[in-house]
């Protein structure tokens, strides 16, 4: 696969014909891709489509059947889970989750929280925060890495519409403030749009990418965006094939194997 | 109604054995709540009797076989949960059990061979028979013990969150996991003289669950919980001596009344703090 990137990013991950299978179930086939800093990836599919297979092999989590994951070297990686239960026989405040290594200074650990707007949590025990506030905490002590590459996994699952958009634009907001590349899987298509720089619909193979910035020029798209139902519609519509799909990114596998976008709605 | 100031050579060196012990139940009983291991503390203290008897067969150091079987355990136990289809807590089911059988056979066997094994006083302990040259092994091993747990400490912490965001952090989970397993081991060693075999899950459990009740950050219960234990083996050794109580027992029964008058303190506390804000 021909990857292009207009950003001046640097290559941070590359991962090659990456194949995965658990008790002879075909999980993922022949997958490639490279994640370059400065640039923000969003995978998308339909249930049981292979994202969390995907960057769970990504992190090193779990390793690949077959093909192969190449990481820069000494890749620092920030990797935000869909939620995390804390053992209620832990005490545990945010403070000591962020500071689990004892490498932070308190004022870096509430520095960093008020990046992410939630200072107010520095002392809270873990076991009282909301749904909500647990994304943002996560992401908090991803970010306290520093790291090079924030890997999100459907961060916004459970929260309304006002809060999914100030999540995203958290999100853009430390992508441009850190430089750092990132890569989330979401359901959230619409609102998704215009915090990605590329889309990557994943159903086993991938089926196919796009730069949905330039969809975003489309005045139909402006018209739209911030409208949940017009908005996945409007997904489809740069998925059916009829649109242009900047041809430096599909391979020819790709074009007649979409059918499966159906399953997204 | 004894002196403490005249104390007999034996209470200070009971004195002395029962605070090792404190300094390391308290730590590796926190991470033993944390990750929700107690069975696996029982299954190793069953085992170390199988240890003690051939240790002596041997003619070795009783707490030289306690580890190595400990580690004997503990590589089992790794390798059976890696074949993913019985749980947990039906493996260290299996395990305990027949270590413990196993112990009983071999003790009988070398029993019958001449070598004079008390077995009450490894069920229970022998405190108060506490001489130099434990007291001088007991330390050592709790100096080692503490050494390393408090390298592993913030990793223990990490995996005891959350196993996979401390694998992406870089933790071995793994590793840390094993030298926690054998750490463990080393501190039933260090108990076996103290409260014996059937009580040592005790004192990992009970001075750490106490320190629970109260404390706000992991650091802080680890703290707490050695000086929670050091109370009871204050406590235990004293109505010990006055009332001629097992000295194990005793410091065990000591560390349940700390956590029951604990427990009724605070929840009468957080009782009245309900029905304060409820008006």
């Given at each position: 696969m021909i990857e292009q990137t207009d950003q001046a990013g640097t290559l941070l991950l590359t991962a090659e014909n990456i194949g995965f299978s658990v008790r002879g179930k075909t999980i993922l086939t022949d997958v490639s891709l490279q994640l370059h800093s400065k640039e923000i990836i969003t995978l998308i599919g339909p249930n049981g489509a292979g994202k969390t297979s995907l960057i769970r092999i990504l992190l090193g989590l779990s390793h690949a059947t077959t093909g192969r994951v190449k990481r820069e070297e000494n890749l620092r990686i920030g990797y935000v889970p869909q939620r995390i239960q804390v053992p209620d026989v832990m005490p545990l405040r945010v403070c000591d989750f962020l500071n689990v290594a004892g490498l932070y200074r308190m004022d870096q650990c509430q520095q960093i929280l008020e990046e992410v707007n939630c200072d107010y949590l520095l002392y809270s025990p873990m076991q009282n925060i909301s749904g909500g506030e647990m994304q943002r905490v996560l992401l908090a002590r991803a970010l306290l890495k520093m790291p090079q590459l924030l890997v999100l996994d459907e961060p916004a699952s459970g929260m309304d519409i006002i809060g999914q958009q100030s999540l995203y634009e958290t999100i853009r907001?430390?992508?441009?403030?850190?430089?750092?590349?990132?890569?989330?899987?979401?359901?959230?298509?619409?609102?998704?749009?215009a915090a990605t720089d590329r889309v990557i619909c994943l159903n086993t193979h991938i089926c196919c990418t796009g730069h949905p910035d330039d969809v975003s020029e489309h005045p139909e798209y402006l018209k739209l965006f911030g409208d949940a139902i017009e908005g996945l519609a409007l997904y489809s519509h740069h998925h059916d094939h009829e649109h242009d799909l900047q041809g430096n990114i599909v391979a020819s596998e790709h074009c007649h194997s979409c059918e499966h976008n159906q399953d997204m709605k | 109604m004894m002196d403490i100031f005249h104390m007999d050579s034996f209470i200070l060196y009971a004195l002395a054995a029962g605070m090792a012990l404190a300094l390391v139940v308290g730590?590796?009983?926190?991470?033993?709540?944390?990750?929700?291991?107690a069975y696996f503390g029982d299954t190793l203290a069953h085992a170390a009797l199988l240890g003690v008897a051939l240790a002596v067969a041997a003619e070795q150091l009783p707490m030289a076989g306690v580890v190595l079987i400990g580690v004997v355990i503990a590589v089992l136990l790794f390798w059976l949960e890696k074949q993913r289809d019985l749980s947990t807590d039906t493996l260290l089911g299996i395990l305990s059990h027949s270590a413990l059988a196993l112990g009983l056979i071999v003790l009988s066997v070398i029993q019958s061979q001449g070598y004079n094994i008390n077995l009450m006083s490894y069920l229970f302990g022998d405190l108060l028979a506490v001489d130099r040259s434990d007291l001088v092994l007991m330390y050592g091993a709790a100096f080692v013990i503490l050494l390393i747990f408090s390298q592993l400490l913030s990793s223990l912490i990490s995996i005891s969150v959350n196993e996979e965001l401390a694998r992406v952090d870089g933790v071995a989970v793994e590793k840390v996991r094993f030298i926690f397993m054998i750490l463990l081991a080393l501190v039933i060693a260090v108990a076996l003289k103290v409260v014996g075999i059937l009580l040592i899950t005790a004192l990992l459990i009970i001075p750490a669950a106490t320190a629970r009740l109260f404390s706000k950050s992991p650091k802080q219960m680890v703290l707490s919980s050695v000086l929670l234990a050091a109370i009871a083996v204050v406590l235990g050794l004293y109505s010990s001596l006055s009332w001629d109580f097992p000295t194990g027992p005793a410091i065990v029964v000591s560390a349940s009344c700390l956590f029951f008058i604990l427990r009724v303190i605070l929840s009468c506390k957080s009782e009245k703090m309900d029905s304060v804000s409820a008006e």
């Open positions: 907001n430390i992508r441009d403030k850190h430089d750092c590349g990132v890569l989330m899987v979401s359901h959230d298509l619409h609102l998704v749009m | 730590p590796l009983g926190s991470v033993v709540i944390w990750r929700r291991m």
